[in-house]
């Protein structure tokens, strides 16, 4: 009888949990940019990284919690910095379809741009990726780690998109070389 008990327990609260998730991916993912299913996120690295630091922190924490001020401070900044990464890494994505891409960001409200919004790219070199920083009409700045998952689609959906919201063909495109990470026009060209 026990065991019936457990198995309805855990069954309503896997329910409960998947039509908390269904609702706020409704309430907050309803845009047609959600609902394409394409999307650029972060490496997976960040919130392994995030959990593993939050985990020790918390350990840390507890450890700490008999007689070593060092271990509980110690194990504080480690919880908290495991709890960033894990918050950076579920806030941050890019959304898009043929038209437009949505940026959501922590702390930032989500914004929408068409791809015609793009002024011009930047590259710079980082230890073991390229970051790809695309400058917006609004000045605001979109920055692409190649480590990203399917930044690289995005950016040839991307140029696409924007050749045609700007009536050009790649030919017209002298800049354009994915092979070299350039899909837009640089500083220079502004």
């Given at each position: ?22 609702g ?15 999307s ?43 709890v960033?990464?894990?918050v ?76 045609r ?26």
């Amino acid at each position: 009888m026990e065991w019936i008990l457990v198995l309805l327990v855990a069954a309503g609260s896997f329910g409960l949990c998947y039509l908390l998730d269904k609702g706020f991916t409704r309430i907050f993912r309803g845009t047609a940019q959600h609902r394409s299913g394409r999307s650029v996120r972060l490496s997976k690295r960040y919130g392994a990284a995030g959990i593993v630091l939050a985990v020790v922190g918390i350990a840390a924490i507890f450890t700490g919690l008999g007689d070593s001020r060092v271990l509980l401070c110690g194990g504080i900044v480690v919880a908290v910095l495991g709890v960033a990464l894990i918050v950076y890494y579920m806030t941050f994505g890019i959304f898009y379809d043929e038209d437009s891409f949505l940026l959501t960001t922590f702390g930032r409200r989500s914004t929408l741009y068409r791809y015609q919004d793009i002024r011009c790219q930047q590259l710079y070199a980082t230890y073991g990726s390229t970051v790809i920083e695309l400058v917006m009409a609004d000045g605001r700045t979109v920055q692409l780690q190649s480590t990203m998952a399917d930044a690289y689609p995005f950016l040839d959906t991307a140029f696409a998109g924007w050749c045609r919201q700007k009536g050009l063909t790649e030919q017209d495109c002298p800049f354009h070389d994915p092979d070299n990470s350039c899909w837009f026009p640089g500083p220079e060209a502004q």
